[in-house]
Nanobody
Framework: QVQLGVSGGGLVLAGGLLRLSCAASGLASSNYVMGWFRQAPGKEREFVAAITWSGSRMNVADSVKGRFTIFRDHAKNTVYLQMSSLKPEDTAVYYC????????????WGQGTQVTVSS
């Protein structure tokens, strides 16, 4: 079974930084995509960033470009979301998700972790 363990959320002051991690297990495909999404109170879930497991391709949403970086560690089977210059509007529940291929839907989701940025 595919399982995604998410951690790293918490409370941080505006301008601070935080790193989220997503450890994946049970994935049979070698060409899957790992992505980060977030959902703020009263808003729809939005895409944040994604990376192919090979690391050959990466995409970051315009809303966080220049502040957030996504990267992976093959040895730890983990993908990270490095967040800097955090703003109150970044406050949301952040989710890790996996697509089994570059043209597949995100079929597997982690539990989500709360990120709260205070001014």
């Amino acid at each position: 079974q595919v399982q995604l363990g998410v951690s790293g959320g918490g409370l941080v002051l505006a301008g601070g930084l935080l790193r989220l991690s997503c450890a994946a297990s049970g994935l049979a495909s070698s060409n899957y995509v790992m992505g980060w999404f977030r959902q703020a109170p009263g808003k729809e879930r939005e895409f944040v960033a994604a990376i192919t497991w090979s690391g050959s391709r990466m995409n970051v949403a315009d809303s966080v470009k220049g502040r957030f970086t996504i990267f992976r560690d093959h040895a730890k089977n983990t993908v990270y979301l490095q967040m800097s210059s955090l703003k109150p509007e970044d406050t949301a529940v952040y989710y890790c998700a996996v697509a089994t291929g570059p043209y597949s839907a995100y079929d597997y989701w982690g539990q989500g972790t709360q990120v709260t940025v205070s001014s």
